[in-house]
């Protein structure tokens, strides 16, 4: 970068101090060449160039046909922009009537360029804007892309910042905000979602229309719409996709991106989080814990790119407190920002991102982030810039310097007193001067890094007496003299003469004016004697006059030989632009190629793999349906033993049930004829009581045995009972068996999906089949030796009531 920086430089050197009208062919060819970073990079090395530019580019517009893509490209730095407006303001509104006529295509662009930047003071906004805005707003709804949007967006810096968006209609505002909620609802692209809400972020932070409109139903409809992607209404969703997709920029392969356009993406999700409301932003970090690790997982993870990872740190910055963070990420971060490596810190991050981040990371840390800022900024101030890296240094130092002044940071004894000493040795060297005024052949400009450096001392000298005089003080404000000193400070900074290099007071234009002919009227008056005189200033003037026509016919031979070039190589470029087309579009189908055949090996390999696993699975399988097959025709034998036993233990029991019956029906039956018996013979008795005393004594007794009898009957009755109880609940066991059946019938028709599980379960059952099975078989001997216990009880009775009645007999 920094050889094509000073490429440039030594281009446009070459271009102003021409003495004639140069050709600008080879400035546009070298730009096509350059990335759009060495702008920036060539406005800060030289910005001595800027205006002699300006004033070459401005002038080549009515000559060639490279004076307006060269303005464009050059505008994309706003230092140039600014400067463009400020000598020549109504060329932007010649650009907004030409493009919106359709009379020049390329207008359009140098417009977007014109607009991608707030206006400066004192330029009123062109009348012809909003035709401008619907004809982007139309090319978007035809061909809705990124690339249709980014116009929009770089336009919409412009409308925010310039309060233009009250001088626009509300019908296309109202047209702009519809179309561009359309596309974003219906675009399915990374940046195309992330540049359509990058720009309501940009006009929803509109801050003059706050400022002018203080009930909130005189808000706009399309402003109230675009808000609702920020507010309590959708400011939660919109979080969701800004964080998954700075998820898939920092993912390994950038989730189909570039590092270029992931840096890019990020960038944008970083003013898309600024745009959010606070308290949503808090509300969704309490919910999201899970993808907050996942972001900080993939930020810290090892192979990312340097700048994507400070982008991917910065957008965790904007989104969470700083203090939340690890300490070791902050620390990283803020070395890697104060790093040797200017050029691409400045290349990656905006001026804003650096700056935030110090002061978010030197507030929420310890020492060690003031320290190391302290020294980045007293070591680039110790040695004199001489190239574009320390230049670049000195840029980082003020802005980590206003960083460290927005984040109100306490210094420590330690840190004065180490930083104490450096400081005041630079005082001394307080204001500096340039090396040279002559700023041609040097890298830099001498004038403007003598000024930086006076405007980074300035600024350290007052952050060092803010800072010890309110720790010396103790308070939380200065004392009289000491704000008087800080005032006095700050006003010194604007006395500082401004030194100009001699390339910034040449005005190329000037060069090429033709020296006046030298006048001839005094001759009449000069003496014969000074005829000699006379002829050698003629003579002169005769030179002079051959030389300006020789030099205004090379100028007009130039400029017909290089619009003759321009004519017969446009169909010489076309070709060379669809052979580079082809020829690019030729290596990423071998990329392609490359790719789908890595791929394709990699799929044949796994379908290999998968092969080989499903001819296992397919063995297990069968093996497992054969086990299955097995084990279904063993319980169904073990079911089938099971329904056997079951039906004999019912028809034994049935029929013990039914003998017992009987036999106890025969008892009662007895025993009511033994009880009509015995009233006969209580009716005997009671004739022959007077006639045998003896009997009567013999038939109480009887009568006291007859009742323990029946109190024996009753027992047996009850011991009947409990065993009919006993039956049941054995029948009920059997249902919940036959239930246990069924439930492992429906399990083995799951059998192909859980062999492994079926096989347990059935050994699970078979083991509690035989336990049923020995458990009926326990339970049948016990009920028959019972009841062969009960037949032998029932007939020893019998036989004593049969004795019985024969001893009363």
Known sequence: MVMMSDKLSREVERLVNAPYAPSLQDLYILTRQLPLTVVCSWVSQKPCQVVPLVDVLVEGLTRSRFALPLLTYFALAQEFRDTLLQRYPYHLDQFLQQSTEGSEAECLPACVSLLSFPLPCGIIPPASLAPLVMQMIERMRVNPCADTVRPLYLVSSCLQASGVLFELPLDVMTCFQTELTKTLRNLEDHMGNLLCLATFARLGSCKSWNAETENAADTPTWLQNIRHFFGPKRGLKTLDLVVLRVILACSSNYGNLTVQQSAESIRFAISICDGVDKAQRECWIEGNSIKLAKLLEKVTRDGIDHSVQILGVSFLTSLVPAASLPHELKRVSLESILSNNALAIMEALPTHIITRLVGAWTTSSDEYGLEIVLHYITSTLSARATDIIDLTKLRISKLALDGLRSSDVQLADTVSEKYGPTIYNLMESFPRTPAGLDCNGNIVCPASVSSLENDLLSDLILFWFEATMLRNAQAQSLSPGSAGLISFVTRSKLLLPETKCTLSQVKPLEFRTTMPSLKTEGTATVSRNDWRTGMRDMMAANTQMANDSITRKIEDICYDLEQRCGNIEAPLRAAEGERDKYCLEAEQLKEQNHDLEYRLQQASGTIAELRVEMSRLEEHANSASHRGDELSACLAQAQNDLEELQ???????????????????????????????????????????????????????????????????????????????????????????????????????????????????????????????????????????????????????????????????
């Open 647 to 809: 039906r004999t233990s019912q028809d034994t029991i049935s029929s013990e049930r039914e003998l017992s019956r009987t036999r106890e029906l025969g008892i009662i039956a007895s025993l009511t004829e033994k009880d009509e018996r015995l009233d006969e013979l209580q009716e005997e008795t009671k004739c022959q009581t007077e006639i045998n005393e003896d009997l009567r004594t013999k038939l109480a007794s009887a009568s006291k045995d007859n009742a323990s009898f029946l109190e024996e009957i009753a027992a047996v009755k009850s011991e009947a009972s409990i065993l009919q109880t006993y039956l049941e609940q054995n029948k009920a066991s059997l249902a919940q068996k036959d239930t246990a059946i069924e439930r492992l019938m429906n399990e083995k028709e799951s059998a192909d999906n859980s062999a492994k599980e079926l096989e347990k379960k059935l050994h699970e059952q078979a083991s509690e089949t035989e336990n049923l099975k020995a458990t009926l078989h326990d339970t049948t001997e016990k009920l028959r030796t019972e009841l062969e216990e009960f037949r032998r009880n029932s007939e020893i009775q019998s036989s004593r009531m049969a004795e019985e009645v024969s001893l009363f007999k």
